[in-house]
């Protein structure tokens, strides 16, 4: 069996480049309404809030939506630890020992940048941000709010 004309079938560096290239763009352009959904709200996977067994929540108390945040999980026994006591601090003294030792859940409302930090550190741990939600700050704020479980 042969191929008529396979052995004319020459590609060159350039052309392999452009049409990979070009494929590329036409499988971006499918998933662009996906990208240009608005961030405020990105959940990992379907959740209940009540599955998650959270026993601490990280708080912020200069950030009232925080404070707020934590009396509504006070109300489920889940312990209050303060973020501006130092992030290591927590880190080494309450979480990784609680992670040890038992399964459950944190969640917190903070900045993304504390959310970022505690879970680059769960990933040690073996946990993972299975809720992410972006708030809407006013103009005023630097930083982006977030509310998050790792679990």
Known sequence: MSIPNISNLRFGRRQFLVSTASAATLAMLGAL??????????ILEPFDPNQFDVRFVVTDRRLPQSLAFAIE?????SARLEVT??????WQESLVPFWREQGGAVAGLTTREVWHC????ARSQSRRTVVLH??????????????WIIA
């Open 118 to 121: 505690l879970a680059e550190q």
């Open 33 to 42: 309404p996906v990208l240009a959904k608005p961030s405020r709200e990105i």
């Open 73 to 77: 999980h006070a109300k489920k026994d």
């Open 85 to 90: 006591n130092g992030l290591t601090r927590l």
């Open 134 to 147: 972006q708030y809407d700050v006013p103009a005023s704020q630097p930083n982006p709010l977030v509310s």
